[in-house]
C-alpha cells in the first residue's frame, strides 16, 4: 500500500514553470518578503515530509533513492531563492526578523555553511601531545580547505591566525610533549579567508570570513576563566564609554602577545586588523561583507574581534560605505555587560547565536546576573563585574527532537558543534516535525562524541588520523613525518598595523615600508 502512494506521489507534476507560478522569479529583499516566499515553498516541504515518510515505511525504498528527493528539493529552493539579491537579509541587515520561525531554508544552509567553517578548525587543529607539532594546523593555508575535503566551499585562505595568553586556559592552548617543538607560546587559533570569484558570483559579494578555534571537547575551560568584566577600552581597544566592559579572559587571549615568539609577536587582535585592511584595500570596488564565526570560546574571540572592527571604523570605505559585519556564533557564551550589547547595537554589529537549549555553555558566564532579569533589577546590577549580556539575535535548538539522537548522552554532548549542525538540518520552526533538510549525514555527530543513538551503528569518536600520522620510513622504521613550516606573519603587516595607528614607525621595517607606499 506504502509503495503504491509512494508512486502516485512521484509521479505529481511538479515542473519548475509550475513552481514559478506559485513563487517569486526574483528573490525578494524584505523580510516579510522574504517570509512569504517561504510560506509558498511549504507545499515542497510537506510534500518532501510525506514522500520520506513514505520512503521510511517502504522495504522497496533505497538510499539512491533518498538521495534524489534531497538534491530535488535542494535545486527547486537553489532556483527560487537566490541568494545574490538576498544576502543582506541573510547577513542580518534587519536582525534576522522573520527568519527563523519559521526557518528560513537558505539562511539554514548558510548557517550550516559558516558552522562548518568554524568546524573546519577543529578538524584541522593538531591536538596530539605526542607530536611535536601540537598546538599547530595540521595543513598549509593554500592546502587547508582541500586537504579537509572542503574545495566546494570556494574561499581561499589568505592568512592563519596565532594567540597567547597570560592566563591559564589549558583547556583551549595545547603543547607538546616533546622539547624541541614548533612554538613554546603560540597556539593556532584559525584564519581568514576570502570568497573566490565563482563563489562570490554565487553569494553576491566578495565575503571576507575569520574563523575562530574554540574549545572542542570539554567544558571546564569556562572555571579557567577570571569571569571578571573589564573596560574594553583597558587594553587599548577604542571606546569613548568606559562603562562598556567584556569578560577580561577573552580581552586577555584576543590582545595578548609575546615579543619572543615568532608566531605571536602580534596579538590576535593585530593580525585580524591587518588582514582584513589588506583584504578590504585588495577588493575597493566590489560588494563586501565580513561574516566571522566561531563556536564556544571562540564564538565569544568572533563577537569581540567583530566589535573591534566596528568600534574601529574598519569597515568604513575610503568612499563612506560602509562593510555589513556580521557574526555567526555557535554554542557561544556571554561576553560583556549590558553596555557592551547596546553599544554593538548602536554601532550596526548583526550576531546571530545558535544554540542547543540543554547547553551550559551560553548559559554563562553571568549565571544569576543576565539578560533574563527584569529591566529594572539589571539596572540596579549594572555595575557589578559579574552582570553579563548575551549580544544579538537567539536561535534555540533542542537535541531532543532529533530521533537521531540520544537524549541521555553525557552533558558534553550538547555543546558538540557537529550535533547542532544536525539540528540546523531538521529544524523548521517551532512545533514543526524535525526533518533533514539537505540530508546532511548524521553520522558526522560521532566524529568527536558519542551522541547518536547505538541502533545506527555509528561508532563514537570515529575520527582519527591513520596510524595516528606515523609513517613508515625508508630503513622500516616508523616516525612522525616533517611537516613544512608555516608562515608567522606577512611582509606587509607592519605596514598595515602602522597606517591604523597600531604600531610606532619602525626603521628596521624601512625596506618593507617603501615597497607599499
Not at 144 to 170: C, E, K, Q, W
Not at 392 to 414: I, Q, R, T
Request: overall charge negative; glycine content about 6%; aromatic content about 10%.
Amino acid at each position: 500500500m506504502a509503495a503504491s502512494i509512494l508512486n502516485m506521489l512521484t509521479t505529481i507534476p511538479f515542473s519548475k514553470s509550475q513552481l514559478e507560478s506559485t513563487t517569486y522569479t526574483k528573490f525578494p529583499t524584505t523580510a516579510s518578503s522574504l517570509s512569504l516566499t517561504q510560506n509558498s515553498l511549504s507545499t515542497i516541504r510537506k510534500l518532501t515530509s510525506c514522500k520520506t515518510n513514505l520512503h521510511e515505511t517502504s522495504s522497496s525504498f533505497s538510499s539512491l533513492n533518498q538521495e534524489a528527493v534531497e538534491e530535488e528539493e535542494a535545486q527547486k529552493l537553489e532556483d527560487h531563492l537566490q541568494l545574490p539579491q538576498a544576502w543582506r537579509e541573510i547577513h542580518g541587515e534587519n536582525d534576522w526578523i522573520g527568519l527563523l520561525d519559521p526557518m528560513n531554508p537558505l539562511l539554514r544552509s548558510e548557517l550550516i555553511r559558516y558552522g562548518e567553517m568554524a568546524q573546519s578548525c577543529y578538524d584541522a587543529f593538531d591536538f596530539d601531545p605526542f607530536s611535536k607539532y601540537c598546538g599547530s594546523c595540521r595543513f598549509t593555508p593554500p592546502n587547508f580547505f582541500d586537504s579537509l575535503g572542503m574545495h566546494h566551499h570556494g574561499y581561499n585562505v589568505t592568512r592563519y591566525l596565532y594567540a597567547t595568553a597570560n592566563i591559564n586556559l589549558p583547556n583551549f592552548f595545547k603543547h607538546s610533549r616533546w622539547s624541541k617543538m614548533w612554538s613554546k607560546h603560540a597556539n593556532w587559533a584559525g584564519y581568514v579567508a576570502v570568497s573566490n570569484d565563482g563563489t562570490s558570483k554565487r553569494i553576491g559579494r566578495r565575503d571576507i570570513t575569520i574563523a575562530w578555534r574554540g574549545t572542542v571537547t570539554y567544558l571546564e575551560w569556562i572555571a579557567d576563566l577570571m569571569d571578571i568584566l573589564k573596560p574594553i577600552s583597558a587594553n587599548s581597544i577604542p571606546c569613548p564609554d568606559q562603562s562598556v566592559k567584556v569578560e577580561s579572559g577573552f580581552l586577555e587571549l584576543y590582545t595578548d602577545k609575546e615579543e619572543s615568539c615568532g608566531y605571536c609577536k602580534y596579538s590576535a587582535r593585530e593580525q585580524i586588523l591587518s588582514e582584513v585592511k589588506r583584504l578590504l584595500e585588495m577588493y575597493p570596488n566590489e560588494e563586501l561583507s565580513i561574516t566571522i564565526t566561531g563556536h564556544s570560546l571562540g564564538s565569544a574571540l568572533a563577537i569581540l574581534s567583530a566589535y573591534d572592527i566596528v568600534e574601529t571604523g574598519l569597515n568604513v570605505l575610503n568612499d563612506c560605505r560602509a562593510v555589513p559585519v556580521s557574526v555567526l556564533s555557535f554554542s557561544g557564551p556571554r561576553v560583556g555587560n549590558v553596555r557592551f550589547k547596546e553599544r554593538s547595537e548602536k554601532l550596526g554589529l548583526k550576531v546571530l547565536r545558535v544554540v542547543n537549549v540543554h547547553d551550559v555553555v551560553p548559559k554563562s558566564p553571568g549565571f544569576v546576573l543576565n539578560e533574563k532579569l527584569p529591566p529594572s533589577v539589571m539596572k540596579l546590577v549594572e555595575g557589578s563585574p559579574w552582570s553579563y549580556s548575551h549580544v544579538g539575535a537567539e536561535l534555540v535548538l533542542d537535541h531532543k527532537n532529533s530521533p537521531f539522537l540520544n537524549p541521555n548522552a553525557d552533558a558534553v554532548c550538547a555543546h558538540n558543534l557537529e550535533a547542532l549542525l544536525h539540528l540546523l538540518d531538521g529544524y523548521h520552526g517551532k512545533g514543526e516535525r524535525f526533518m533533514l533538510a539537505s540530508g546532511r549525514d548524521p553520522a558526522l555527530v560521532n566524529k568527536g562524541c558519542d551522541f547518536l543513538k547505538d541502533d545506527y551503528l555509528v561508532p563514537p569518536n570515529w575520527r582519527q588520523d591513520e596510524n595516528k600520522g606515523m609513517i613508515k620510513s625508508n630503513d622500516g622504521r616508523w616516525i612522525q613525518p616533517e611537516r613544512p613550516k608555516l608562515d608567522d606573519h606577512p611582509q606587509d603587516i607592519h605596514h598595515h598595523l602602522m597606517q591604523l595607528g597600531l604600531v610606532s614607525y619602525d626603521t628596521s621595517m624601512l625596506d618593507i615600508e617603501d615597497k607599499y607606499i
